[in-house]
């Protein structure tokens, strides 16, 4: 009955803008500590960027000043704002929630969503 959907991935240029969204329904959103992670082909999972359920932010190296996640209990929506997007950006990237800072195997997945960068 939990459920995690993802939106707003698509094909953008280098340098470019994107923003995408991770809706909660079955449950709320607020009780989670939430994030994203990314995986490129032939690449390992990572995580991009987390926030906590008081609103505490850590995000990889190699977004930080770039990305920017964000979360909005009423809405029951987590986002991340990708600005200046690298060709080492694109992904399938996921929106994950947590109950504990640490991952469990009880951590909800949503399905992911392609971010292509390309000229």
């Known amino acids: 009955q939990v459920q995690l959907v993802e939106s707003g991935a698509g094909l953008v240029q280098p340098g470019r803008s994107q923003q995408l969204s991770c809706e909660m329904s079955g449950t709320t959103l607020s009780i989670f500590h939430m994030a994203w992670y990314r995986q490129a082909p032939g690449k390992q999972r990572e995580l991009v960027a987390f926030?906590?359920?008081?609103?505490?932010?850590n995000y990889h190296s190699s977004v930080k000043g770039r990305f920017t996640i964000s979360r909005d209990n009423d809405k029951n929506t987590v986002y991340l704002q990708m600005n200046s997007l690298k060709p080492g950006d694109p992904a399938v990237y996921y929106c994950t929630a947590q109950l504990k800072l640490f991952a469990t195997k009880e951590d909800y997945w949503g399905q992911g969503t392609q971010v292509t960068v390309s000229s």
């Open positions: 926030i906590s359920r008081n609103g505490t932010t």
